[in-house]
């Protein structure tokens, strides 16, 4: 969860507009939002990799559970095993950080989507008061 709290602070960050840096704010968006949806599509590669390695690692781990046990067991009771090894939860507690920090990031993309919208309605006031 650490990546998703750097991630949360950073945006945080990128979302801050105030009357003095609301021109910068909107020259750098562009570059922000490509900024995010690269680590989207990062942190998509990632899961993809990590849920590839757990496959393996589970075909491994019922391999061995089924050479290993002393009694014959079926492939479900050895894929069962094989789910409860310490490896195997590791990666599955990695995977469901890495479709937290997706889905987050799907989200932001919206946001950041959306904020163009918002700095022209800011400019507009701002116009609007100085008259």
Known sequence: ME????????????????????KEVQMRLPAR???WVARLIQAKIDRDKVINLKKKLKE???SKVLEESPVKLTI???????????????????IKELDMIIE??????KIM????FDLKNI???NKLEQL
């Open 3 to 22: 990546k998703l709290a750097q991630y949360i602070e950073e945006i945080t960050n990128d979302l801050k507009v105030d009357d003095f840096n609301i």
């Open 104 to 109: 987050y990031l799907e989200r932001v993309e």
């Open 76 to 94: 479900n009771a050895a894929n069962s095993a094989a789910e409860k090894h310490e490896t195997i939860q590791k990666i599955n507690i990695k």
């Open 113 to 116: 989507s959306s904020m163009s």
């Open 33 to 35: 939002k490509h900024f």
């Open 60 to 62: 491994q781990t019922v």
């Open 123 to 125: 400019t507009e006031i």
